[in-house]
């Protein structure tokens, strides 16, 4: 790799103006001052009813390696930005923070935390960057997925996207976060490798150009292999390639597992059904059609209810690229900070868009089942971090804006969503195996209900507060407001 120093951590990889605000905060001596941020998002993204957490797995492994290397120094220090006191306070910096999270699989919303670090001011700040980095990708594949999971019911699901990732790790990332929302396999080998998920994979039109006829590409192949899916459109799907896939599996029998077909283009509604026919006719009801092309969950919505007759799905650009969103848009914010005093003070970005007005202070948020509602999810609560409404008898939950929207609930269940991840530094969470992820995350989807499912307009799911962070929140945007006045300027 050509490159100027070698790249032995991940450290670096943050925002420069981190780097001035830890050298600020060293300089005025409170770079130790404790502090605590939040991450969140404002909207779930393509207009879904819910989101869905992954990124934690990636974000432990970078935690946990968080160092400045001896390269990492020498560069800083070749900037002659920064004292050499601040070099050697970064060199021997370990991190010593508190990670609050949501756990992969579960479902989260806009407008809540989904991650909470706490500790020195400085530590908190410099994994801002790779956090939201890492979250803002995986949460939104693992979203996406999640949507084309819902209109794909059943069918097979297969990832396809590396080669349109916008980067190897993205492929590999990404064909994670897809499997985590349901989908059944990747085409990424090192994603296989390296995760566990199912790897599966046809022939490219390469193999049919190479012997110019599909007959002898289909025959190389399965000469070559037991489990056969053959790709039928490369000149003629109808007169050529599927006739031909039949004659393969005709001439070589138990010899090999015809497992079926792949369409790659065309009107795929029309050709599925022709297809569909020439396999049953021919004896192969169990052959499956596999397609690709372009997919994406409104395609595949469409082709059924054009009763096309596809078991199989191959996705690969829209999902990877999170197409239609490029973008999570997640931020990380400062909720409460250490005062001079030594006690905890927390703290508001105020906007003119009531949507955008932070949340101050730490909180935990709470997934409300009703048990008189078979389980079902009634809505998240948010709370400072010492409220727990199983306490409570009864639970009033009202809009944050629109606080005569309420109601109130008898049988319910609190399960709190932020799990300690971090103690001090220190890995406290055992990250589960991807199965159980996965597993999880249907259990989740499953305690939604479908109007927050459905991928057009989905209903609003409520985000709401809990009275006492309510009122904790105006108490500050009033205090605020004062402050702003009594500076008595006029603009
Ligand atoms: N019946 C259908 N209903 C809705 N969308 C379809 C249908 N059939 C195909 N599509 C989608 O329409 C888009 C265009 O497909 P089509 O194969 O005609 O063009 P193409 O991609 O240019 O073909 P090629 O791969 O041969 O260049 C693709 O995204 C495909 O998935
Ligand atoms: O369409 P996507 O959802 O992005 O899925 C991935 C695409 O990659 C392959 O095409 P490509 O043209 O790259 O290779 P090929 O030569 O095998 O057709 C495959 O046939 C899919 O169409
Ligand atoms: O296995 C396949 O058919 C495949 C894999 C990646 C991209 N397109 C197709």
């Not at 393509?46 to 160092?67: C, D, K, P, R, T």
């Not at 199912?198 to 037991?226: C, K, R, S, W």
């Not at 597992?257 to 022709?274: C, E, H, L, Q, T």
């Amino acid at each position: 790799m050509r490159v100027n120093q070698v790249d032995d951590s991940l450290v670096l990889h943050t925002d420069y103006y981190i780097l001035n605000m830890m050298y600020t905060y060293w300089k005025k001596g409170i770079n130790k001052r404790r502090a605590v941020f939040e991450a969140y998002f404002r909207k779930n993204p393509f207009n879904n009813g819910y989101s869905i957490f992954a990124g934690l797995e990636q974000a432990v492994n970078y935690l946990q390696n968080l160092h400045f290397s001896d390269s990492d120094i020498d560069y800083l220090r070749q900037k002659g930005e920064f004292d050499e006191g601040f070099l050697q306070y970064l060199k021997q910096m370990t991190f010593s923070c508190d990670v609050r999270a949501a756990v992969e699989g579960d479902l989260v919303f806009a407008n809540e935390p989904i991650m909470q670090v706490e500790g020195p001011l400085d530590q908190c700040s410099l994994v801002e960057t790779a956090l939201l980095s890492i979250l803002n990708y995986q949460i939104l594949i693992a979203t996406k997925a999640s949507r084309i999971k819902n209109v794909a019911g059943d069918d097979t699901l297969m990832e396809f996207g590396s080669r349109r990732a916008q980067d190897l790790d993205a492929g590999i990332w990404g064909a994670r976060a897809a499997y985590i929302a349901g989908f059944d396999s990747t085409s990424n080998v090192r994603a296989g490798k390296l995760f566990g998920i199912p790897i599966t994979g046809t022939h490219a039109h390469a193999l049919v150009q190479f012997y110019q006829n599909d007959y002898e590409a289909f025959m190389a192949y399965a000469q070559t292999h037991h489990d056969c899916t053959f790709l039928v459109d490369t000149y003629d799907t109808l007169k050529s390639g599927v006739p031909n896939a039949i004659r393969v599996a005709d001439e070589l029998g138990d010899k090999i597992n015809f497992r079926g077909v792949r369409i790659d283009s065309g009107d795929m509604a029309y050709i599925s059904k022709r297809v569909r026919e020439k396999l049953d006719a021919a004896g192969y009801p169990e052959a499956q059609i596999a397609a690709s092309n372009d997919l994406d969950e409104d395609k595949i919505q469409s082709l059924k209810m054009q009763e096309a007759k596809i078991d199989v799905w191959g996705v690969g650009t829209h999902l990877i690229t999170g197409y239609g969103q490029p973008a999570l848009g997640a931020v990380y914010k400062l909720v409460a900070i250490e005062d001079d005093a030594g006690n905890m003070l927390d703290t508001l970005k105020l906007s003119s868009n009531v949507e955008k007005i932070s949340t101050p202070g730490e909180k935990q948020v709470w997934r409300i089942t009703n048990s008189n509602k078979q389980d079902k999810s009634e809505g998240d609560y948010i709370t400072l971090k010492d409220e727990d409404p199983n306490a409570l008898d009864e639970l009033y939950m009202f809009h944050p804006q629109y606080t005569y929207i309420s109601k109130t609930i008898s049988n319910f269940k609190a399960r709190p969503v932020l799990q300690k991840i971090f103690e001090n530094g220190k890995l406290v969470y055992q990250l589960p195996d991807l199965q159980t992820i996965r597993s999880y995350c249907r259990a989740n989807l499953d305690s939604l209900w479908d109007e927050y499912k459905r991928i057009l307009n989905p209903q609003d799911y409520p985000v709401d507060l809990s009275q006492r962070l309510y009122d904790h929140k105006i108490k500050y945007i009033e205090r605020v407001h004062q402050m702003v006045a009594q500076l008595g300027n006029d603009d």
